[in-house]
């Protein structure tokens, strides 16, 4: 296990309903990072993944009821924060972020840029729903924050806790991670990216990519006329 460059970093992996991913995904964070750094926040599954975790003896958080990925990304920060932490790398369960990628993103850490992770968003490497949600909401959100933003919609991503105080987020959906980078990129904030895989190996997606990007949308208009 290479431990050295996650001193001051929290890796967060919201989880649910993801039981047939953990067991290989923890085993494989474990090579990567001490199990003192890694948060499961598992967000109401109704699955067993909750005993999995359990029986890992991983930290966790659990809600009793589903939430929304944005609510078990919140609670993760909230606890980064209160622990010191310097940043938080952001994972989801599914394995369609190998752990093993995570390296490059302490590679390129300084402790105040936020790294998204980025995939080739090419339509015959995924879905047409999720290339064209993703191409949109990443346009939207490089023209009002006047910087390029290829893969708004990666869950993979790195961010300095400092940032986080600074950022008023208020949805609790999927479309938490296009608000962040939205309010990041409204507060000037360096943004870059990180390449990674982009994998899509017929895992079940609790994404509404119409539904998401609406509410997306619904956000920008809101700042716009408010």
């Not at 999995?52 to 609670?75: D, H, W």
């Not at 729903?129 to 990443?138: A, C, E, H, V, Y």
């Not at 806790?161 to 479309?175: E, G, H, N, R, W």
Request: hydrophobic share 40%.
């Amino acid at each position: 296990m290479t431990d050295t460059n996650f001193k001051d970093v929290l890796v967060i992996v919201p989880v649910y309903n993801a039981a047939p991913h953990l067991p290989e995904l923890i085993r494989r964070c474990r090579e990567i990072v001490a199990p003192e750094k890694l948060l499961f926040v598992n967000d109401g599954s109704t699955d067993h993944g909750l005993d999995i975790l359990k029986k890992e003896n991983v930290n966790y958080i659990s809600f009793p009821v589903n939430r929304g990925k944005g609510a078990a990304l919140k609670a993760g920060f909230e606890y980064a924060i209160e622990k010191g932490y310097r940043s938080v790398l952001t994972i989801d369960a599914d394995l369609q972020h190998p752990p093993e990628e995570m390296k490059g993103f302490l590679e390129a850490d300084d402790g105040r840029t936020v790294l998204i992770g980025t995939r080739r968003i090419k339509l015959e490497e995924m879905p047409f729903p999720r290339w064209l949600s993703n191409n949109l909401t990443s346009l939207i959100i490089s023209v009002f924050s006047s910087r390029r933003v290829r893969d708004s919609q990666s869950g993979f991503r790195l961010m300095p806790t400092a940032i986080l105080k600074a950022v008023q987020l208020k949805t609790v959906k999927y479309d938490f991670e296009s608000e962040m980078l939205f309010k990041m990129g409204a507060l000037d904030c360096p943004i870059d990216e990180v390449p990674i895989s982009t994998i899509y190996d017929g895992s079940p997606s609790y994404i509404n990519p119409l539904k998401d990007t609406l509410r997306f949308i619904r956000q920008i208009w809101k700042r716009i006329w408010a």
